[in-house]
């Protein structure tokens, strides 16, 4: 049971991420103003000069405006995802919100996550590391042979959810699980009260400044959904919370589905583990992404960053069964396809197993 002192913890955190969010127009717009400044203080010929530059940033403004529509339709919602634990709070304390320009780079994150998960603009990238996942999940659990509504599969690190929106609409039940909760309220909010395709229009690139050759390149638009995101035939749910403390139970899942997941971790090798734990026995780990290892520069932080070779070892010792794998998979993520720099992984795919699985292909644990 979690203390009083836990819970005050976590309303603060759930309402500062609310703030935020709320003030994504004006830090935004904060940044564009000290472009301005700097402009104002050249010598009169270079802001002669400059003059179309001055008339980007006024585009821009209009760009962030439009972004800014979208967020109170999303924390109108907000408020009672956690079974209206903080339906009657509305603002935090000030001691609490902490600087909200620390936080306002994940809100802009969240719209090129959009872009990815829920847009048209984003289908290249869905197929390049949703659509190996979902083929494997299908090719190993066939429809003819097997009650795919039985059949139970996570994805942790789901972000916006559509890897598991689309796993479920095949009809599998499958649970996402999120961690980031930037992510979990705008996810709230598209797969719940998102009524039509193409409903909304955002800006996901206008705050990467550098690397364009026109305006225009910053200034692409995306709208979403794509498609409506009605209920999956499948049993479709998101969970959140981190990954280690909620998934605890063991020989639970059929399989787990990681997309540009694992080197979450500071310790990689204790997903491992727990993938393996949770699994039912013959159960299937299938991964996707590269090996970025986000905690690897964070001061303080004790993380470990171990090649895919030493990874491969420890998949081995944790008691897998690797049963294929390939290297040099071309991935891109939340990319400008019109910026100057273009940024592509060679991911790695590989498909372990748990031993013991039934010749079914559904383990009866």
């Known amino acids: 049971m979690e203390s009083n002192n836990g819970v005050t913890e976590e309303r603060a955190y759930f309402l500062s991420v609310i703030n935020t969010f709320k003030s994504y127009r004006e830090q935004s717009l904060k940044r564009i103003q000290n472009k301005e400044c700097s402009i104002a203080t050249l010598p009169y010929h270079h802001k002669k000069w400059l003059a179309k530059y001055q008339e980007d940033l006024d585009k821009l403004k209009q760009c962030i405006d439009k972004n800014a529509e979208f967020i109170p339709l999303v924390l109108q919602h907000a408020y009672n995802m956690f079974d209206n634990v903080y339906s009657s709070m509305e603002t ?75 796993i479920a609409l095949r009809g599998f039940k499958c649970q996402g699980n999120e961690f980031n909760l930037f992510m979990l309220i705008v996810s709230f909010h598209v797969l719940n009260f998102c009524k039509k395709v193409d409903e909304f229009l955002i800006y996901p690139w206008i705050h990467q400044y550098c690397n364009n050759i026109r305006v225009e390149d910053q200034m692409v638009s995306a709208r979403f ?107 891109k993520y939340c990319q400008n396809p019109f910026s100057m720099l273009q940024y592509e992984y060679d991911s790695v795919f590989f498909v372990c197993r748990k031993p013991d699985m039934l010749a079914n292909g559904v383990s009866d644990n």
């Open 92 to 166: 935090a304390p000030t001691d609490e919100v902490g600087t909200l320009s620390e936080g306002i780079d994940k809100v802009q994150s969240v719209f090129k996550q959009l872009m990815r998960d829920w847009s048209s603009l984003g289908a290249s990238e869905r197929q390049q590391c949703y659509s190996p996942i979902i083929e494997e999940i299908e090719l190993n659990f066939p429809e003819d042979s097997c009650d795919r509504g039985e059949v139970e599969v996570l994805v942790p690190g789901a972000g916006l959810g559509r890897l598991a929106f689309e």
């Open 225 to 331: 959904p794509d498609i409506k995101p009605t209920t999956p035939r499948g049993n479709f749910s998101m969970t959140a919370g981190d990954f280690l403390e909620v998934y605890t139970a063991g020989n639970e899942w059929h399989c787990v589905a990681t997309c540009f997941f694992i080197d979450c971790a500071p310790n990689v090798v204790q997903f491992i583990e727990t993938i393996y734990d949770i699994l039912k026995p013959g159960g299937l780990w299938i991964n996707l992404g590269p090996l970025l290892y986000h905690y690897s520069d964070v001061r303080n932080e004790k993380s470990i960053e171990p090649s895919f070779q030493v990874l491969c070892d420890v998949i081995n010792k944790v008691g897998f069964d690797m049963v294929k794998y390939r290297t040099g998979v071309k991935t």
